[in-house]
């Protein structure tokens, strides 16, 4: 499942070919993509709309229109975005076309049918709930150690189950997550609140430290993300934990261990991770 450098690496891309090109055209193909609004209304709004801009927001695409309202995609389990040329044939399972007045199109495929489409001002997608309030941004200056830390300490969950809530932190996911208690040295079923100031702090380091390393590498692939154009990401090779479980740790040998916390299959270091 893509997650922030994965969403990030996506919309990097988006924004370098959407920015100033104007959508001529809007094609549903499975109307249960789209949150919100209908397929009908979809198609009328958005042809005639140029993009002014494209940013991420958890793991979450925004696609800002020059009406002020936005195109928001979300890449769910399996999505994939693509700009295709227009004449060539869309993939099985491409849920969503939008072609561009540079004669290529946005292309939106899917195939576990996770993914979402929502278009209309934020404020609104907001107050209809069909956008949930997401926490903190990691890579933000918001992202303080202040602010991780009350986070930590006001929940008796797991660490993993606290990180994977959209709420607290927005854009974890399962692979990230346990790059980032591996590099910390905290097991991932520790207690949030449990942790002491010491283990936040190298948390806190962590988190970024991982995403950002990811970011450089475009995303992992470890089995379904490709980006705009259907490149895997290059992270792959440097995940440390993340499904290594039984093969020794890089750091200190020892093997590493697979176990489930807050119900994902979660892999730690029994010798480095406290
Ligand atoms: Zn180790």
């Given at each position: 499942m893509p997650e922030l450098p994965e969403v990030e690496t996506v919309a990097r891309d988006l924004s370098g070919e959407l920015v100033g090109r104007c959508f001529v055209g809007a094609w549903v193909g499975?109307?249960?993509?789209?949150?919100?609004?209908a397929a009908d209304a979809f198609t009328r709004a958005l042809p005639g709309r140029g993009v002014v801009g494209v940013s991420r927001r958890g793991k979450y695409i925004f696609c800002h229109?020059?009406?002020?309202?936005d195109l928001v995609l979300h890449l769910g389990m399996t999505g994939h975005l693509t700009i295709a040329g227009r004449g060539t044939e869309p993939v099985r399972h491409t849920h969503l076309r939008a072609p561009l007045d540079d004669g290529r199109e946005l292309r939106f495929d899917d195939t576990r049918r996770f993914g979402r489409v929502l278009l209309g001002p934020r404020d609104l997608l907001e107050e209809l709930r069909q956008l949930p309030v997401l926490g903190v941004?990691?890579?933000?200056?918001?992202?303080s150690r202040e602010r991780f830390d009350a986070l930590m300490r006001r929940?008796?969950?797991?660490v993993k189950a606290a990180l994977l809530d959209q709420r607290v932190v927005?854009?974890?996911?399962?692979i990230y997550i346990d790059e980032a208690c591996h590099l910390a040295g905290i097991?991932?079923?520790?207690?949030a609140s449990r942790l002491t100031r010491r283990e936040r702090a190298a948390l806190h380091a962590a988190i970024p430290a991982v995403l950002s390393r990811a970011i450089a590498d475009?995303?992992?692939?470890?089995d379904d993300y490709r980006d705009l154009w259907n490149a895997r990401g290059l992270h792959h090779e440097r995940l440390q934990v993340y499904g290594r479980g039984g093969e020794p740790c890089l750091r200190c040998g020892a093997i590493l261990r697979r176990t489930v916390v807050a119900g994902r299959t979660t892999v730690h270091c029994p010798a480095c991770q406290r």
């Open positions: 499975r109307p249960g993509i789209l949150r919100f609004p229109l020059d009406d002020g309202q941004e990691p890579l933000s200056p918001e992202f929940t008796t969950r797991a927005a854009g974890l996911g399962n097991r991932p079923s520790r207690r475009r995303g992992t692939t470890f």
